[in-house]
């Protein structure tokens, strides 16, 4: 009686494993994506705030961008205007120290092409030509200037599959009323998603602030309230760029601004010691693989993305969806193939702990790696579901020996990683 009702106790535990999960996987997204009540009625520019970037110019701006001509599917708000032609602002982020304005050829000297660097802050800041998703904006200005427009060009300054500072231009006006709108936000590749994920629009906004501040080309940076916040971290108000005719341009002088120190905090001790606590109440025959499951789960994230950056780093040419496919690819057949077949003993919820705690360590490291200190709701869950059908798995891998290779466990636990392999690429993360 004793032995039947433990073992009722783990089936009832298992069970309820699987419901948690299960109701994560399913219910969750549920939850989290907006239900639509019928199809509402279009809105039109008199439905809409429009803002006027330049007091010249008659040309006016719905402050933000959207995934179509349409304002109901707006993505995120702008938040830097600059006074001057979109030409003029790509240039002038890309220009080194030496750079001039010509007015003769009327063209810049010492320009930086793809290559170049302008040294700002703790490293050389590099802004690069990218490409990303079509997003586009509405520009309220008469004839063939006015309506629905894409990115007029688009920047970046980071590594695409680590984090970077991402651009997109739109340019309005003309004449002496011509302004260039940014929409700036940092993000980071997310390989569970297979694209990039927004972290924080105020961070890109001040750092690009930065990037004009104290330049003999500025006239001066302000705010401007355009009351489009409330989206992740943006409060609405605006940077206004003012720069100084072409004409008045000379020679760029060396300027050096402060170096922003980035504080670490030490947690190899505690790591060291949880893993030696885990190992030592593991079997004697089972220590090696248990550092061995808790490496490969530790090392696979920080090493999908070390690599990614490398190849995208070191050879240009390669496609960009090639590097993320193979990096998905390890990610998706790796992690799982690590779980069911490095386990073993009959120590199963030490291989659960494990799991969690190797992988959890990975993403958390994978992450510091790329300067991401937040995540939205919807990807910190999914990503303890990630860690918990990985535990699963393991704790099915353990079970081998005794109930077969591809006992309930691991069964189950496969069907749970489909699912969330499928949960982000359905866009519900």
Partial sequence: MPGSRIGLNKRVATSLIFLILFGLLIVQPGFLTPQSRGEPRPKGPSDVRLVSPNPNSSARLWPFTSRQERYDSLTLPINVVVEADSSRVVNEL???????????????????NDEGTAGVG????????????VRYTYIQA??????????????HDGAYF??????????????????????????????????????????????????????????????????????????????IVDLRPKSEMGPVPAALMAVLLLGSVDVKGTVVDSIRTLVSRLERKTVQRGIAFSVS?????LFVRTASIAVETAVPSVPIKAIAGAGYLVLAFGLPLAAISLPSGRQSTDWFAIAILALGLGFLLDYRSIGVNVLPITVVVHRLAVLCVVGVLGVGGSCQETDGRWNTLVQAGLVMWVGVLVWPLLDAV
């Fill in 122 to 133: 703790k490293r050389a800041v590099e802004w690069h030509n990218t490409t990303g998703a």
């Fill in 297 to 301: 789960l530790f090392g696979l994230p």
């Fill in 162 to 239: 680590g984090s970077r500072y991402h651009l997109r231009l739109y340019e309005g006006g003309k004449g002496t009323g011509t302004w260039t709108a940014i929409q700036a936000h940092h993000e980071y590749f997310d390989w569970f998603r297979l694209r990039h994920t927004v972290g924080s629009l105020e961070k890109a906004q001040y750092y690009l602030d930065g990037q004009y501040y104290g330049k003999w080309y500025v006239d001066g940076v302000s705010r401007q309230r355009y009351a489009n916040g409330g989206i992740i971290d943006s409060n609405g108000w605006v940077s």
């Fill in 94 to 112: 890309k220009h080194r120290r030496d750079a001039q304005w010509n007015n003769d050829s009327n063209e810049w000297q010492g320009v930086a």
């Fill in 142 to 155: 008469p004839g063939s200037r006015g309506g629905w427009t894409t990115e007029t060009a688009q920047l």
